[in-house]
């Protein structure tokens, strides 16, 4: 199980690890864009790991591509529909509904 806490809401659950933040998000109502659908084809379900990067299974190649267009992106930016957690996380939603 791992920790996922949401800002700006504060939202915090506990979950399986393997779970996508995104899928995590949408399943407790959590804001947050996902216009292609969870298919790394846009980049509006953007978010900033605020603690525990490390604690995301490692972007691939697509994700890092999909990035690396962001303009606000951070050296903590990551898709929330491609990353998958394995213990605990603090997540900032950069684009909420
Ligand atoms: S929802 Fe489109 S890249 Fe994540």
Do not use: W, Y
Not at 67 to 95: A, F, H, M, P, Y
């Amino acid at each position: 199980m791992a920790k996922v806490k949401f800002l700006p809401s504060g939202f915090e659950c506990e979950v399986k690890t393997g779970e996508s933040i995104l899928d995590i998000a949408l399943a407790n109502g959590v804001p947050i864009q996902h216009a292609c659908g969870g298919f790394c084809a846009c980049t509006t379900c953007h978010c900033e790991v605020v603690e525990g990067l490390s604690n995301l299974e490692a972007p691939d190649s697509d994700e890092l591509e999909r990035l690396s267009v962001l303009e606000n992106r951070t050296q903590n930016s990551r898709l929330g529909c491609q990353s998958k957690v394995k213990g605990d996380v603090v997540i900032r939603v950069v684009n909420q509904e």
